[in-house]
């Protein structure tokens, strides 16, 4: 892996080591090679990209040089931005991610949008709700409902302790644990029995992709993701019909479901809750790049 240049004291100038890291980085086929670059060198300077940019003679002391040629690195090996960072942003509000979790992508944030237009719809926002996040990962839509939601109880599961363990972090460092409760089990395992029946909202995103594609994706997902937040199985829809199977137990109802889907599934997962025979009013929502996104459907009153 050819080395950053630092003969001299001008190759430790900020705009010469950025000119270098986005080379870098463009021949590791990273095509945010810029913005890659930028965020790293604000990261290990502690400062924001734009002040950065006002600072291009800036010189780097030999030992930030040599932190910003780790996480440098680091980033050449394909690991994600975020888990280098320690931090991605999901919904405005700023959340700690690690190998333990999911990377939050912008398009759950339509599953979050679709599902607060819904719930406002149908409820004041000051009427109290009952809310289940399933699969919370990291606590991104769970906690991106309680800052919308403040009268909400929501409880967020997830199978994995060290996930819980990230989301519990992320809503304390949010002012929002008192508003989420975390439980540890499978789907809905873990939920109170006194829920059943009682759940105005259902909402998850669960693991969709294809067991056998799973190899097939960008190194920065297969290599560092971890696998039980991705692996949906043979056809990506095992959890997706889990859910449609196991939800109306603990729905109210009319009482919403709202599921992130992946790119040609939303049909499968429509059929599927058609065939459950317990919902009514079903709904496909697309995202901004026109790809089915979310499916919602209400229990039967």
Same mark, same amino acid.
């Given at each position: ?32 090679? =810029? +913005?890659?670059? $930028?965020? %790293?060198?604000?990261? &290990?300077?502690?400062? !924001?990209? #734009?002040? /950065?940019? @006002? ?19 680091? =980033? +050449?090996?394909? $690991?994600? %931005?975020?888990?280098? &960072?320690?931090?991605? !942003?999901? #919904?405005? /509000?700023? @959340? ?206």
């Amino acid at each position: 892996m050819r080395q950053l240049l630092v003969k001299t004291s001008e190759a430790r100038g900020v705009a010469h080591i950025l000119w270098q890291a986005e080379d870098l980085l463009a021949e590791a086929n990273i095509a945010s090679a =810029r +913005l890659d670059a $930028e965020v %790293l060198i604000a990261y &290990v300077l502690k400062e !924001e990209r #734009w002040q /950065l940019i @006002l600072q291009p003679e800036r010189q780097l002391s030999p030992f930030e040089l040599a932190a910003f040629q780790e996480v440098l690195t680091r =980033r +050449l090996r394909r $690991e994600p %931005l975020a888990y280098i &960072v320690g931090e991605k !942003e999901f #919904w405005s /509000l700023p @959340l700690k991610v690690t190998p333990a979790v999911l990377i939050p992508r912008p398009e759950t944030e339509i599953l979050v949008e679709v599902t607060l237009e819904k719930v406002r719809h149908q409820t004041p926002d000051s009427s109290p709700q009952t809310v289940v996040d399933v699969g919370t990962g990291s606590g991104a839509i769970a906690l991106a409902l309680a800052r919308e939601l403040p009268q909400a109880r929501i409880f967020a599961t997830d199978c994995s302790p060290e996930a819980l363990k990230i989301a519990a972090e992320n809503a304390r460092s949010l002012g929002l644990l008192d508003k989420v409760r975390f439980l540890v089990g499978d789907l809905f395992e873990p939920l109170p029995l006194e829920m059943t029946g009682k759940v105005n909202l259902l909402t998850s995103n669960p693991p969709y992709v294809r067991s056998h594609e799973l190899g097939q994706l960008q190194p920065e997902v297969s290599r560092y993701e971890p696998r039980i937040a991705l692996d949906g199985g043979p056809d990506g829809l095992m959890y997706h019909r889990r859910i449609i199977t196991e939800s109306p137990r603990f729905l109210k109802p009319g009482g919403l479901l709202t599921l992130e889907v992946g790119i040609g599934q939303a049909e499968a997962v429509v059929s599927s809750i058609e065939e459950n025979g317990a919902y009514d009013t079903i709904e496909i929502v697309k995202d901004y790049a026109w790809h089915d996104r979310v499916v919602l459907a209400r229990k039967r009153r």
